[in-house]
């Protein structure tokens, strides 16, 4: 692919590197530290076949995101990628997975490994046909807390300074005491065995940052990191996208960035066909939308990890190419502008893909040259 290709030239690499700001400091006393990061995704992850997993993520793309500027990388893993319908681990999968943990190391990159999604919870069931067990399924929980299990047990090796845990990506109980439970679990075990190791751990429902000060987060562990995600206004950042409900898929346009994305008479229309459990999706689209509205979006994730006074990260944000140039760049100029305001590290979603800092032209064609205006909209340049 030309990604790979494109970024295996050392005048590229070179040309790319950012070192106007120093390494970030480590906020844990494993001394895993991480500031500015991007997504692996589509590889051992949400795989829809786009290329063959030995070609889309290589050792030359790992060397390439080091010479951004970028220092770490959130790496998702499926259950249905790294484990067999019968529960055996695919070795093949996890010999690519030990692979690329040393193309990270090597290009001095961390790495957080993100249990992304399991057989028993999709983070977009509700919207895909789907529908999770692992609220209801005491064997689901057993099921998840072993590949956990699994996990540590080929992982403990790496330094905690290198690579940290995520539990779980978006986590969609219909109780946050549920996901609260499965924590408590999920941490017990993991310090039992790796008292050291950097947990990310986000609240309920999306990790949207309202839902973080209901996270029971285990008292007097400073080795954790708070995540939220954060795609507000959703009918900005996934204007046209497949995988969203009805009226905002099927929305033609216009949207704006900043103000309002859409005015006041359009927003009723689209009221209209939405379901009135799910207004919350839609609810801000006519609200003054700019940097300020931005870290109001945000702000109850700010305190939360203030009072706990742990690191907070943003793991996943992105808009769409879908969305107008000028919006979408000045976006991505106001969020990160949030972030690095306020201390917050972050990893975007994504390297490769739709929301990718590539140039996007579908499936047509997966060969798309660097975003320079977008990649230097991450690092304020």
């Known amino acids: 692919m030309l990604l790979s290709s494109l970024f295996a030239g050392c005048a590229v690499l070179g040309a790319a590197a950012d070192t106007t700001k120093p390494a970030p400091a480590p906020a844990n006393p494993a001394g895993f530290a991480i500031h500015r990061g991007t ?14 997993r030995t070609e889309w993520i290589t050792e030359n793309d790992i060397r390439y995101i080091a010479s951004l500027g970028f220092d770490h990388v959130r790496l998702p893993v499926d259950e249905i990628v790294l484990w067999k319908d019968d529960g055996s681990p695919d070795e093949t999968a996890f010999a690519l997975l030990e692979s690329a943990l040393g193309w990270i190391r090597s290009a001095k990159l961390r790495v957080i490994v993100d249990l992304h999604s399991v057989r028993a919870h999709h983070f977009n069931a509700s919207n895909e046909g789907g529908h999770n067990t692992l609220w209801t399924d005491p064997k689901a929980q057993e099921t998840f807390l072993d590949l956990w299990r699994q996990l540590s047990e080929r992982l403990k090796k790496y330094p905690a300074d290198f690579l940290a845990y995520e539990i779980m990506n978006e986590p969609t109980a219909p109780d946050p005491e549920d996901w609260n439970k499965l924590v408590a679990r999920s941490m017990e075990q993991i310090r039992k065995a790796e008292p050291n ?23 007097g562990d400073k080795n954790i990191i708070l995540s939220l995600h954060t ?6 950042t996934h204007h046209k996208a497949s995988w969203v409900p009805a ?8 949207v704006a960035y900043p103000g309002p994305i859409v005015d006041a008479a359009t927003f009723a229309k689209l009221l209209e066909s939405y379901p009135k459990n799910q207004y919350n999706f839609l609810d801000s689209s006519t609200d003054n939308w700019g940097p300020e509205r931005l870290r109001q979006e945000i702000e109850p994730a700010i305190i939360q990890a203030k009072k706990l006074g742990l690191q907070l990260y943003c793991g996943e944000f992105g808009c769409l190419p879908t969305v107008p140039r000028a919006a979408r760049l000045a976006y991505y100029r106001d969020l990160i502008g949030v972030f690095e305001a306020n201390g917050i590290a972050w990893a975007n979603w994504e390297y490769k893909g739709d929301f990718g800092i590539a140039e996007w032209h579908g499936l047509k064609s997966l060969d798309g040259a660097p975003d320079v205006q977008l990649i230097d909209a991450l690092f304020q340049r």
């Open 247 to 254: 009226p905002i898929r099927d929305y033609p346009g216009p």
């Open 39 to 52: 997504n692996l995704s589509h590889w051992l992850s949400q795989d829809f076949g786009w290329a063959p």
């Open 231 to 236: 795609y507000a206004p959703l009918l900005l």
């Open 197 to 219: 190791r950097v947990v990310v751990l986000g609240g309920n429902m999306w990790q949207i940052p309202q839902m973080l000060p209901l996270l029971k987060v285990p008292a």
